[in-house]
């Protein structure tokens, strides 16, 4: 049984499976419970906009589709249109079968296991597109590792909320319908974080005081990605094994305040996950950029002493555009017993940039101006971290241990 959180179950519908068009784009993510929810968005273009909204799904290999009527939302500064539907009450580790409509192509998608039975992939990075080449060569190569979910820690399109700016995110869903679907038709779901090309100029600066600011400075990233949602940052659960914390690196909220007190309990809340990590755009720990600009000494007076004070093993960061794996750091020094390593900088799809020195360079272990993305193995008792790039690749592995959890 699949029923909608919004929206009414129809009483069933021809068997046939379309292999019709591609959607000019499609997002899956999750604003629930990942083993049991999915949230799926299916864009229209203007000449569709008579299309019944909604969208169809059944178990996979089963006969009767099941329709859910979706909430339209517009596409900022567009005449495309966004069916958007979230079906609840799934199975865990489950296959399930979506289109937008009987003359359209079929995609399928799987829910997350209840528990760590077998090993979870997730594919993360950020900076992800300023050429469509490049974000889709690393797409393809990400592919190739078949993985469970996506994680994008901001700077996606580039498009920076501006209404001019508004084909690079035409393009950037172009890339994913062309190559985030697996060979048969399996769709990832994606969890997007805000980055500074999400919001016009780039940073708070004191000027957002409701959601109607977000609205109206950062209308892509609110409108195209149901998670976060407002208020910008959020943490979504898998089962008892993982939980994904996004944060918003002074974007469209401030970092001290009320978000570092949202980061402190939701970390302090999870004590018994053994893989907890947290996931923003912004460095505390630079591999290119200045280690002194304002954003970075923000995470590190707010954020990092939180991460250390959770036993906190792995973070994701990125802006940078390069490759960077620090050494674990506690207390700013080196402490491979309660240290926390930082992993990423972002460059998906990006222009790389030039890198520290990582001999004079303290908390660095590896810095590359280079595009890659990271392929994270989850196991009951480690993450093995593979940083691949665009040609798939190994740029280098390791092994982190799990959290001590109570």
């Given at each position: 049984m699949i029923a909608a959180a919004c929206g009414i179950l129809s009483i069933g519908i021809p068997a046939a499976t379309a292999q019709g068009d591609a959607p000019p784009g499609m997002i899956l993510t999750w604003t629930g419970d990942p083993t049991t929810s999915i949230v799926i968005d299916w864009h229209r273009?203007?000449?569709?906009?008579?299309?019944?909204?909604a969208i169809q799904a059944r178990p996979r290999g089963t006969d009767q589709w099941h329709a859910f009527e979706a909430e339209r939302i517009p596409f900022p500064h567009s005449d495309r249109l966004i069916d958007r539907v979230e079906i609840e009450n799934l199975q865990p580790d489950t296959e399930y079968e979506f289109r937008g409509s009987p003359e359209e192509k079929t995609y399928w998608f799987r829910t997350m296991p209840a528990t760590l039975d077998r090993p979870i992939v997730m594919a993360a990075g950020g900076d992800v597109r300023h050429r469509k080449s490049w974000m889709s060569r690393m797409n393809t190569a990400v592919m190739e590792h078949d993985p469970d979910l996506i994680v994008w820690g901001g700077d996606l399109a580039y498009a920076d909320g501006l209404p001019g700016r508004i084909n690079r995110w035409y393009e950037f869903l172009d890339s994913m319908v062309e190559t985030l679907v697996t060979s048969e038709g399996r769709v990832p779901p994606v969890v997007a974080g805000m980055g500074n090309h999400e919001i016009q100029g780039g940073y708070h600066r004191g000027r957002i005081n409701s959601h109607a600011d977000r609205l109206e400075l950062a209308p892509y990233f609110y409108a195209l990605?149901?998670?976060?949602?407002d208020p910008g940052y959020g943490v979504l659960d898998f089962g008892n094994y993982m939980s994904i914390v996004m944060g918003d690196s002074d974007h469209s909220n401030p970092i001290a305040g009320e978000q570092t007190r949202w980061m402190r309990d939701t970390l302090r809340e999870r004590s018994h996950v053994p893989h907890l990590i947290p996931v923003y755009h912004v460095p505390a720990w630079p591999s290119a950029r200045s280690f002194d600009t304002d954003v970075s000494r923000a995470v590190r007076e707010h954020w990092v002493p939180l991460f250390e004070r959770n036993g906190i093993r792995l973070a994701l960061e990125n802006h940078d555009h390069t490759y960077k794996r620090t050494v674990p750091i506690y207390r700013?020094?080196?402490?491979?017993?309660?240290?926390?390593?930082?992993?990423?900088?972002?460059?998906w799809g990006v222009r790389t940039r030039d890198v520290h020195d990582v001999?004079?360079?303290?908390?660095?272990?590896?810095?590359k101006n280079i595009r890659h993305a990271l392929i994270i193995t989850l196991r009951p008792n480690d993450k093995l971290v593979e940083a691949i790039d665009a040609e798939n690749n190994t740029i280098e592995t390791i092994t982190i241990p799990a959290r001590d959890v109570r």
């Open positions: 273009l203007a000449e569709n906009e008579d299309t019944p909204a990605f149901a998670f976060p949602g700013d020094s080196e402490d491979a017993e309660r240290g926390v390593i930082y992993i990423g900088d972002g460059s001999d004079e360079t303290w908390y660095l272990e590896k810095a």
